[in-house]
């Protein structure tokens, strides 16, 4: 089937001098050593570019050394995911696509061209993403993006072969390229000129859930999101931030919160950031409950922070100019994934939308 999905884009040149494939490492020299030969080899002639987010570790210092053809651009603080990107690739204007990838992603041969063949092919499309396998176990789905990301109507994100921590086997059920909602930041291929067009990432976000609101913000400027089931990449995960860290759980539930109300059409925003924050409620008790005290407090603290900054997030939704409500994105499912999963045993995709 991966075949099938690959043949349906017209081949590109097979060169990709046009993009820049930049990893945003923070030290990560171990993810280097073992990830960047299989960039340097199997990326069809791309700029390879590491931006390094101030580590203290040597990393720099053993790229110079082991691979003096990668570009290095050093930032002189922790920028933290968002803010890394988008001052890496203010630096590089002269390409007309970025990759931004993981330093812990495998890539495999060919990985690249499918992606940019898609992008040539279909001009309206801004963003894409390959299939996320998890680099531990081959055969299944990952949980940061597996076969394309999806929304349900209050904003919780999901992916074809994953709902929350339920991941699928790959069986070839999703190699079909196709637009979803938000296409993952461990690999992605971005339009350099709709990366400008609306200021790379959400500063304010820092790290995590950043892809999904470039994605909705992207949709609602008119672009397109797709994923392509004829290119393959491994993802470790986890890399930075463990998923029970207390910080990881903050930053995911305020940035949920902004990324609704950024973004949502106005006639949905009032009933679906109402539901939010009760379902928000629900999940600090539920964790209570759990002995994960650290975490519920995390979830509070989120609220607290995003309704003292609201003013901020407002000025950021006018310039986010939503619209587009849940029937005329793709990729979102008019139900809450919330209640499927845990009210109903809904736990694959196919039990969601055939």
Known sequence: MASEATAAFPAAATSAADVAVVILNWNGRRWLEQFLPAVLAS????????????????????????????????????????????????????????????????????????????????????????????????????????????????????????????????????????????????????????????????????????????CWRLWNAGHEVWYHGGSTVYHVGGGTLHKSNPRKTYLNFRNGLALLYKNAAPRELPGSLTQRVLLDVLAALQLLTKGSAADATAVLRAHWHFWRQLGYWRQRRQLARPHLRVAERPGVYPGSVVWAYFGRGRKHFSELLP
């Not at 998890?134 to 990301?149: H, S, T, V």
């Open 43 to 214: 990326s069809d002639g791309a700029a390879i570019v590491v931006a390094d987010n101030a580590s203290t570790d040597d990393s720099v210092s053993w790229l110079s050394a082991q691979h003096p053809g990668v570009r290095v651009l050093v930032h002189a603080h922790n920028l933290g995911f968002c803010e890394g990107y988008n001052h890496a690739l203010r630096q590089l204007p002269e390409f007309r696509y970025y990759v931004l990838l993981n330093s812990d992603v495998e890539v495999t041969p060919g990985w690249l061209r499918p992606l940019r063949e898609l992008l040539e092919a279909r001009p309206q499309v801004a963003a894409v993403q390959p299939k996320i396998r998890a680099f531990a176990d081959r055969q299944q789905f990952e949980y940061a993006g597996a076969a394309g990301g999806y929304l349900d109507r209050l904003g919780y994100p999901f992916c074809r072969g994953r709902l929350f921590d339920t991941l699928e086997a790959d069986r070839g059920q999703y190699d079909d390229p196709r637009p979803v909602a938000w296409a993952t930041g461990a690999c992605m291929l971005v339009r350099a000129a709709a990366w400008r067009q609306l200021d790379g990432l959400e500063p304010a976000f820092f790290a995590h859930m950043e892809e999904i609101d470039l």
